[in-house]
């Protein structure tokens, strides 16, 4: 919060008064005010307090912490939302078009989530043939059909912590 005094002219031979208005302050008028100057005070005062919120925003959204930048109110509300579900233990689905950031959301979940110690293991099914997206998700034992030369982990076990997967 930036305070803007409104003050006789001689309260200004007061040392004490001084050092608080310097100290503790934005800006300082004497009465009667220069409206003037006042109005450039407080448009200063209030596009300061603008730049203070962005940046807070900002701070909040940084690469370091999840990869998804951004203060618009949109991305501040998924932001919460992913938060959100997060806590709960509950399977979620991430859907969206290409280059949506998907993956994006679902590390951030998984980041803040009492799982973020285990393993987290991104499964871009529409990049899988048809034919092998039950064997990527629930794995494989030899043989199992034409192609299958060794035992395969399944992304789900994977991701559960029991196995790690191969390669």
Not at 62 to 73: L, N, Q, Y
Not at 83 to 109: D, F, H, Y
Not at 111 to 129: D, E, H, K
């Amino acid at each position: 919060m930036r305070w803007i005094a409104l003050i006789r002219r001689n309260l200004l031979d007061d040392a004490w008064l001084c050092e608080l208005f310097a100290n503790r302050f934005y800006d300082y008028h004497t009465l009667p005010a220069d409206t003037g100057r006042l109005l450039v005070t407080l448009g200063r005062t209030e596009g300061l307090k603008r730049l203070e919120e962005r940046a807070r925003a900002n701070r909040s959204t940084t690469p370091a912490e999840w990869g998804i930048v951004g203060s618009s109110r949109p991305v501040l509300n998924l932001l919460r939302d992913l938060k959100k579900v997060a806590r709960t233990s509950a399977p979620i689905l991430i859907t969206g078009e290409s280059g949506t950031g998907k993956e994006l959301a679902a590390a951030a979940v998984h980041a803040a989530s009492t799982r973020a110690n285990g393993p987290f293991i991104p499964v871009n099914c529409a990049s899988l043939p048809a034919n092998l997206i039950q064997s990527e998700l629930f794995g494989h034992e030899k043989g199992s059909f034409t192609g299958a030369h060794r035992k395969s982990v399944g992304r789900i076990e994977a991701a559960a912590g029991r196995h790690d997967l191969p390669g």
